[in-house]
């Protein structure tokens, strides 16, 4: 019997044998990994959009403060990677693990992500260039955090749905039978009216 669960499937299998007038159960269970196609949804969409506007939500009074940050990755552990400006102030006094909230979107794509988890900062000065026509300095003052994804919300806009023949002929049915049938009402004003009546 085979079992899908949490990106594993299971096979499960029952045999019993009987020795000296007791019944063994054995259970074997073959653990197979699948691929986890969620996740490379979610990778996909986050390296199709790149940035995001970080929160951090620490309680601390030293925070990394809310910045604009660019995605690096997505590794197989379900961990988003990013690079974040480096603070102000030192970057040992900020908290090294803390609560962060990214909110991607971009310009001309129809979808956008929030995702939320626990961020850590791996290393404190990182360079990096995404492309070979970056236009940042490659030593720039970037600091390296890992977010460990615990809620995701991909939101998609929906599209207007095409109405049916039948919707269509409601509308103009409606349409007509307002413009036809409605009584006619009088939109001058009501003072000229009352100096009429006087």
Not at 4 to 10: A, F, N, P, Q, V
Not at 103 to 110: A, D, T, V
Request: charged share 25%.
């Amino acid at each position: 019997m085979w079992k899908y669960l949490h990106g594993l499937s299971i096979f499960t299998g029952q045999s019993r044998f009987l020795r000296f007038g007791i019944t063994f159960d054995f259970y074997i269970e073959i653990l197979v990994m699948v691929n986890d196609t969620n996740l490379q949804f979610i990778r996909e969409k986050i390296i199709q959009l790149r940035s995001a506007v970080m929160y951090d939500a620490s309680n601390g009074l030293v925070k990394l403060g809310n910045d604009v940050v660019t995605a690096i990755r997505v590794d197989d552990e379900g961990h988003l990677w990013f690079v974040t400006n480096n603070p102000s102030h030192r970057i040992e006094e900020c908290e090294q693990c803390f609560p962060a909230r990214l909110c991607f979107y971009r310009k001309g794509i129809q979808f956008t992500m929030e995702i939320s988890g626990r961020a850590t900062i791996v290393n404190d000065s990182y360079s990096y260039d995404l492309t070979v026509s970056d236009p940042r300095p490659k030593n720039s003052n970037k600091v390296l955090v890992k977010l460990a994804m615990i809620n995701i919300e991909y939101t998609e806009p929906h599209a207007k749905r095409p109405k049916s023949k039948v919707e269509m002929v409601l509308e103009n049915w409606y349409t007509w039978f307002l413009r036809t049938v409605s009584v006619h009402h009088n939109t001058g004003s009501v003072l000229k009216k009352l100096r009429q009546t006087q």
